[in-house]
């Protein structure tokens, strides 16, 4: 392992994953890839140590031309920007990308809605009731004459507030945010127009000589936090519900052991639009591709998904998920992927030279997504099935050509129950009220969502499920998404016959409900889910998510949007544990130059002050951060004790019953 001291934290070396991952299916596919000679993130990782610390805490300054400038306590830009301004003016920018990332994919799902309403595309619109629960809370619903022309007017408000320039309030904030929040983000003058807006202004914001008030940055970063999940992140996952309907709880085998020979075309689909996957699983059936298969040998086309269009497949038909942003090289490197295809966002530029390595083609089929080296195939929603069966012969022809007998395919797979949402969660435990006297009574300690991504600076999986399998020993039910719910799931912790290591009250009131310890909800825009059942759960108690002892658990953040979406939880009240510094300068205790044995300094700044401290003050919650994860858990598990306390809730006896 590598320390930082400046981070308090561990990073490690490749031999370190390969010899502590949990993940049973890694040290093989490292081992089969180092003996082939082809590289991946973790030797690219290794070759760029030690990285820059500046990076690291966020205090290079890169947006003018005037530098780069480096700034510390002392030592300003060359325009005068002082460290916090540098600070939350890096990390307003990095929200923004964020939030223009997820914006991007909604407005994919938005427009093939309206596609598919202008008789453009061939299908239908199966989320018939997301549609009028949306109309009913927009105030739209007596207005249309039928059913289309409500769907329209939904999908037509969510794209004003995607995209719209008009100074108005962002309309699902309005309608869908609880009443207290509301208050809240009106005093702190935060209630944000459209989503791309704010993103255009955080831009403007931040550029040279532009805002240089940290206080007010901050501020915009706060409104464009919720300009990202009640503009961008609602409107995915609406939109989603609105094209294929709802996900219900559904058992599959997942892992790297599902690639096992079957004899079919093994095709991935991966990054975050379910629009050209859903179109894939639609085509692999059909009579051209059966039998172009057949005539290459194969028995049929299998699908399997990485990333976010893997949770999307795996919630609604139970396709098999492989891995998350980080395994993309090793899922190609066990050399049993045909093709894989790609949409949009989180797809490395490192898998092409994997595939070549094994013959497996990768497919890019969307314009802002290209990889040099790949075949591009562009996916038209007016053409969906025609371009799908033209991905998929392309899949089998490299079925056709490639070298079978180079796949090392790791025995590792594990059973998972996914598809669940706020709705199905109640249900299975019998209801809000139900739940809420499961959570007063101790029987639940409190709820944390494990979210976001993983991150080569810590074990490959290790932090989400090491922090996963403490809470669980303590009492926490967990809901998670996106590649966090990769890793959980690796670690058999959604199989619903989950029992050791889980807290005896938890376990028995699980199997009660026949649900998993561990609940998947879906891919990252999915995270409205929890926010909804939150939400649920605090309206049934009378009392604002800032008392509740919920929390947002990314432990691995490595993309803009992650950052994004904890904020956007932080500015509901609810606690944040970040794993890793994401990035403010970590504030460190330091002995006091000629002090005695506890004479120390800190060396804090006023963003992490901030983070820590004044984002409790105005939002009701705070962010911690904490690299080590069994430290993590128990910062999780006070918070909630401290919160039971406080409202006066049963206390339960720590560790296992
Ligand atoms: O949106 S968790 S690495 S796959 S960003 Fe990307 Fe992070 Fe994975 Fe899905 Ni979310």
């Given at each position: 392992?590598r320390?930082?001291k ?5 990073m490690?070396?490749?031999d ?11 040290p ?5 890839l180092?003996?082939q000679?082809?590289e991946t993130?973790?030797?690219?990782f290794d ?7 500046f990076?690291l805490?966020?205090t290079?300054?890169r947006?003018c031309?005037w530098?780069?400038c480096?700034?510390?306590k ?7 920007a002082d ?7 890096n ?7 964020g939030c223009?990332?997820h914006g ?5 799902r938005?427009e ?10 061939e299908g ?10 949306l109309?009913?809370?927009y ?11 409500l769907?329209?007017k939904?999908v037509?408000?969510m794209?004003?507030?995607?995209g ?6 962002l ?10 929040r509301l208050?809240?983000w ?29 206080r007010?940055?901050l501020?915009?970063?706060l409104?464009v936090?919720?300009a ?11 939109a989603?519900?609105?094209l294929?309907?709802?996900s219900h ?9 599902t690639?096992?020979?079957?004899g079919a ?5 991966h990054?975050h639009s ?18 172009a298969?057949?005539q290459?040998?194969?028995d049929?086309?299998?699908?399997y ?6 949770h ?6 139970g ?14 490197g ?5 093709a894989v ?6 797809i ?9 390595g ?10 802002s ?16 099935r ?15 050509e ?5 796949q090392?395919?790791p ?10 949402d ?9 209801g809000r ?16 969502t494990?979210?976001?991504c993983?991150t ?9 499920v090491i ?16 590649c ?5 799931f ?6 619903p016959e989950?029992g ?10 699980c199997k ?5 310890p561990?609940?998947?909800v879906?891919?990252c825009?999915?995270?409205t ?9 605090a ?8 008392k ?10 490595g993309?803009?949007?992650?950052l994004?979406?904890a ?6 009240g609810?606690p944040?544990?970040?794993?890793y510094?994401i ?10 130059e ?12 006023e963003?992490?002050?901030f ?6 003050e105005i ?23 401290e ?7 049963s206390?339960v006896p720590?560790?296992?019953?």
């Open positions: 392992m320390y930082y400046h981070l308090r934290a561990d490690p070396t490749k370190d994953v390969r010899r502590l991952t949990p993940n049973p299916a890694i093989e596919v490292i081992d089969y180092a003996d000679g082809v993130y973790l030797d690219r070759a760029l140590q030690p990285l820059c610390r990076g805490d966020g290079c300054c947006r031309l530098g780069p480096i700034v510390t002392t030592k300003r830009g060359v325009c005068g460290l916090p301004l540098v600070v939350i003016s990390h307003l920018r990095m929200v923004a990308s223009a990332a991007q994919h909604a407005r994919n938005l093939t809605i309206l596609a598919i309403l202008d008789g453009r595309m239908e619109l199966r989320g018939r009731e997301r549609v009028w629960w109309a009913e809370r105030g739209i619903s007596r207005e249309a004459k039928s059913w289309e022309e769907a329209r939904v037509e408000t794209l004003l507030d995607l719209s320039i008009e100074r108005k309030p309309r699902a904030l309005l309608a869908l945010a609880p009443a207290e208050e809240t009106r005093k702190l003058d935060i209630i944000p127009t459209s989503a791309f807006s704010e993103v255009c202004e955080a831009l403007a914001r931040t550029s040279l000589g532009a805002d240089s008030d940290w007010n940055v501020k915009h970063e409104r936090a919720l990202f999940f009640y503009g961008c992140v609602i409107g995915a996952s609406f989603s519900e609105i294929y309907g709802s709880p559904i058992d599959v085998e997942v892992g790297f052991g690639l096992a020979d079957t075309v093994k095709v991935a689909v990054g379910p629009v050209m996957a859903e179109a894939l699983a639609e085509a692999v059936d059909s009579e051209r591709i059966v039998e298969a057949r290459a040998g194969a049929g086309v299998s699908l998904g990485i990333c976010c269009t893997g999307e497949l795996l919630g609604r038909y396709i098999p998920t492989l891995t998350g942003i980080l395994g993309q090289e090793f899922a190609i066990t050399g049993a992927l045909d295809v790609v949409d949009l966002q989180c490395i530029p490192g898998i092409v030279n994997v595939a070549n094994f013959g497996t083609r990768i497919i890019t089929t969307s314009d997504n290209r990889l040099p080296g790949a075949l591009h195939i562009p996916f038209k929603p007016e053409r969906s025609e371009v799908s069966e033209t991905i998929l012969l392309a899949a089998i022809e490299a079925f056709r490639r070298d079978h007998s180079r090392r395919i025995d590792s797979h594990q059973k998972v129950r996914a598809g669940f706020g709705d199905s969660i109640l249900a299975a435990f019998g009220q139900r739940m809420l006297e499961l959570l007063r009574d101790g029987r639940i300690v409190g709820i944390a494990m979210v976001s993983n080569p600076k810590v074990i490959y999986e290790a932090n989400n922090i996963a399998r403490e809470l669980l020993r303590r009492g926490v039910l967990i809901t998670t998404t996106g966090a719910a990769h890793a959980l690796n670690a058999g912790l959604a199989d989950m050791s290591g889980v807290k005896d009250s938890l376990r028995a009131v009660e409900a026949g649900v998993p561990v609940l998947p879906g891919a825009v999915d995270n889910k929890t926010m909804l059942l939150f939400k649920g759960l309206e049934e108690a009378g009392l604002p998510l800032t509740l002892p919920f929390f947002y658990i990314g432990a691995e953040p993309n803009e949007k992650a994004g979406m904020m956007s939880f932080l500015a509901h609810i944040v544990l970040t794993g510094p990035p403010i300068p970590v504030p460190t205790l330091e002995p006091r000629g002090g005695g044995i506890d004479d120390y300094v800190s060396n804090s700044n963003i992490a002050d983070f820590a401290e004044g984002a409790l939002v009701g919650a705070r962010i911690y951060v904490e690299s080590r994860p069994t430290w993590a858990a128990g910062l999780v598990e006070a918070n909630m004790r919160k039971r306390r406080s409202l006066g809730w206390q720590q560790g296992s019953d």
